[in-house]
């Protein structure tokens, strides 16, 4: 290899090292109550989902003794 041609990837090598950087402990700590809180909200969700989901629960199990006391309402009315 040349002096010229290291000289440019040395050059390369540098300027992508500037570019990149490194994550200071500011941002690992920014990051991690980002996760945080996204673990928080999700946990916010799955609670409200599976009280939506007994609430649906229960009123499909009225909605189904409703209409089982209309069928046998309909079957009495039928026999007379």
């Known amino acids: 290899m040349s ?3 290291l000289s440019k990837i040395s050059m390369l090598v540098l300027a992508a090292g500037l570019t990149v950087g490194c994550a200071s402990t500011s941002d690992l700590k920014a990051v991690q109550q980002d ?3 996204a673990k928080s909200m999700a946990r916010n969700a799955m609670d409200t989902a599976n009280e939506a989901k007994s609430i ?5 199990s009225v909605s189904m003794a409703t209409e089982e006391k209309i069928n046998r309402m309909f079957k009495k009315s ?3």
Not at 56 to 60: C, S, T
Request: net charge positive; charged share 35%; no cysteine.
């Open 78 to 80: 039928m026999y007379k």
């Open 3 to 5: 002096v010229k041609t």
């Open 56 to 60: 649906a629960m229960d009123a499909k």
């Open 35 to 37: 996760a945080n809180e």
